[in-house]
């Protein structure tokens, strides 16, 4: 099967389509990239298990929580308890396994209090209680402990036949729920994710984006027009053609892999139980990259149980 490094020259760009397309990313995204999902998901982690509670801190329209908590209880990550029987109301409360999605939002918390534009919803402060340290997540790998960048990454592609076949099944209704603006419920939605990983991997003209990422090309332009404004590319005149546009990744965009990294590791681990097609290696010590997050004070694992939040909503002017 073909392999490539993603950081040679001109990308293989079937290679890339069928790698994108079967990426546990994609495959992660179409159950957790959902308008509203990963807010509620993030709520949950900051103490909020009733929904009243939801609704208020993030104003989601009713029916709309209704059914994404459904889906997070169908999809395993929550559960229901009542918390009273008369009225009978109930709570909902995160699983082991959607207790293993900490690392991705200590990934998005990051990203969100770098760049994003809804910093009420988010804690100000994390402490982490076994060192008694205020404390960044910091991404770091698995193998050697060392802390991690985009550039201490190589990236190998392998097609993952049984997710493409998938993929190709679910396209149809991909298209349809996502015609709504689909969202990891802040600012980046899952188009925004796919295009950045694309980029990543080598593409950086249209006409590339277009074949790696079958999408009509209106929708394309708009979405890359709607990234350049917010800052999550630019698009600059090719030196050797002014007539190309050259996209590239903006130190915010460049700021989402740590998030792109974790999410797609916990769909490949814990949704999927499958490798992803995009396989990232730790140049430094040579292993399989698999994320993990630590505390910048004591170097340790953060664990959902072990961090305190301060209450969010305090520093808005
Ligand atoms: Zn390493
Ligand atoms: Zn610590």
Avoid at 120 to 125: C, E, G
Avoid at 275 to 280: L, V
């Amino acid at each position: 099967m073909a392999t490539r490094s993603a950081l040679s020259f001109a990308p293989d760009l079937d290679l890339t389509r069928d790698a994108l397309a079967s990426s546990t990313l994609n495959h992660g995204l179409m159950v957790l990239g959902e308008r509203w999902t990963m807010a509620v998901m993030m709520g949950a982690f900051t103490g909020v298990n009733r929904f009243d509670d939801w609704q208020n801190r993030l104003g989601i329209p009713r029916p709309t929580l209704a059914s994404r908590l459904k889906a997070l209880v169908a999809l395993g990550l929550m559960r229901q308890r009542a918390y009273q029987e008369r009225p009978r109301r109930m709570a909902y409360h995160l699983t082991a396994a959607g207790m293993k999605l900490y690392p991705h939002v200590l990934m998005v918390w990051v990203w969100e209090r770098r760049w994003g534009s809804r910093r009420s919803q988010l804690p100000d402060t994390l402490l982490h209680k076994p060192c008694g340290h205020h404390f960044q997540p910091t991404l770091t790998c698995t193998a050697c402990g060392d802390k991690v960048g985009i550039h201490d990454l190589q990236l190998t592609l392998k097609t993952n036949r049984r997710l493409l076949a998938l993929a190709a099944q679910s396209r149809r209704a991909a298209r349809l729920a996502s015609s709504s603006a689909a969202s990891m419920g802040l600012r980046v939605d899952r188009w925004s994710l796919m295009i950045v990983t694309a980029v990543v991997l080598g593409c950086h003209y249209f006409d590339q984006l277009l074949h790696v990422l079958g999408i009509a090309s209106s929708v394309l332009a708009r979405r890359l027009n709607s990234m350049v404004e917010a800052g999550l590319l630019l698009a600059q005149p090719d030196t050797h053609d002014a007539r190309r546009t050259v996209y590239r990744l903006t130190p915010s965009s460049r700021d989402l892999f740590g998030y792109l990294v974790c999410f797609s590791t916990w769909a490949a681990r814990e949704y999927l139980q499958e490798p992803s097609s995009i396989r990232p290696v730790h140049k430094t010590c040579g292993q399989a990259f698999i994320p993990r997050v630590a505390c910048s004070a004591c170097g340790e694992a953060v664990h959902p149980w072990d961090v305190a939040i301060a209450p969010s909503g305090h520093s808005n002017p």
